[in-house]
């Protein structure tokens, strides 16, 4: 019996989910700035990767699956990395101490 790719494929996606979320959620608040860094910079592969599949496109057509897939995983992908470095400021702004005024 011979198990078909594409289910094969969606239950590891699945499976990666799950443990995504529970190695995520488990991590202790001090590590969640170096966890978003990492994040952050395994998008910005996958932005490289996207940027080759969007430009892998025949000089007939423009508009293929792969562009379009292409150019939504970059444009995903950029939100996700913009998105990162924003919380990832504002996390460590928090460990900044206060100034206190002088007036």
Known sequence: MEIDPFIFRLSIFILSIF???????????????????????????????????????????????????????ITLAAINIFGGFLVTQRMLAMYKKKKKDKS
């Open 19 to 73: 443990v995504g979320y529970y190695v995520v959620w488990s991590v202790t608040p001090s590590l969640h700035t170096p966890l978003m860094s990492v994040t952050n910079a395994i998008s910005s592969v996958i932005i490289v990767g996207a940027i080759i599949a969007a430009l892998a496109t025949n000089v007939e057509s423009v508009f293929t699956s792969s562009s379009i897939f292409g150019f939504l995983a």
